[in-house]
């Protein structure tokens, strides 16, 4: 038995596919399928229904793959131990974002992070909370920067930093009087808020806590710009992340208002596994995003808004 075999019996488990597991572990489909039937001769079971579309598990197959994955977690965590002991930050590194946090955050410490840990390859995806939640349990992630806290004990977070919340009121709205906001100024308004799925929306929705839902129609975007363009049409008020108002035009940053002290805010937190897998490239990772959101956004005195 080989972490070879395990590993491209992994593949087809998760493909349900001899030919596309054999494209995702870059070999060829005959090298592949005689590695997995080496691997089932030598255990003495089958552990894939062939005859099947897509391929299944068999009953055994599927408790081996659970072992399967365990051994090769365990095998990933020996490279890091030495990495560790050496001080090496290199590496594949798979890292998780939320879609409201990855397009303001990652130009901001991306550059500066490449150039500083040249041999860490970063593999960046966008993905929901509980996506990234998900694939950082099945090991497919290294880690993921999402709005906390979880309360999931499997995990642990690390803040970042807080971002306030900031309302954008056009000047038609009967809130624009005002230099600054209170929470319950918000009470039965007509708050335009992200689809379903978002955690800004969760956010947005407890800190109201009694928005107007008085539209006429029914909105589904994940799109802070579109908030805004119909805010702008006079359909209504939006709160927005910090980092999202430094890209707006003079024009539309006229429509900003701040909030009292203590500012509502979201915590932001590089989350990994217990396992401390890469940790030091998680270490270098978070001490980079640290600093330089030290420079980039204020939060001295912030109260942090949990929707759960």
Known sequence: MTLTQLQYTLAVAEQGNFTQAAEKCFVTQPTL???????????????????????????????????????LKEAKRMDDIVSVEKGIVGGNFRLGIIPT???????????????????????????????????????????????TPLGD??????PLYYEPFVGYIPQSHPLSRLKTLKASDLEKMDVLVLEDGHCFREHVLKLCQTPNYSHSFNLKSGSFETLIHLANDGLGMTLLPYLQTRSLSPKNAENLRSF??????????????????????????????EGIMRGAIRFENVKIVTPN
């Open 101 to 147: 946090i990855m397009p303001t955050l990652l130009p901001l410490f991306l550059n500066t992070f490449i150039k500083k840990f040249p041999k860490v390859n970063l593999k960046i995806e966008e993905l929901n909370t509980a996506s990234i939640i998900e694939e950082l349990k099945s090991g497919k992630l290294d880690a993921g920067i999402a709005a």
């Open 153 to 158: 004990d499997r995990l642990i977070e690390k």
């Open 33 to 71: 399928s005689m590695q997995v039937q080496k691997l089932e001769e030598e255990l003495g079971v089958k552990l894939f229904n062939r005859n099947t579309k897509p391929i299944s598990l068999t009953a055994i197959g599927e408790k081996i793959i659970e072992q399967a994955k365990m051994i």
């Open 260 to 289: 009292e002290s203590p500012e509502p805010a979201r915590e932001i937190s590089l989350i990994h596994s217990k396992s401390q897998l890469k940790l030091p490239v998680i270490e270098s990772l978070a001490s980079t995003i």
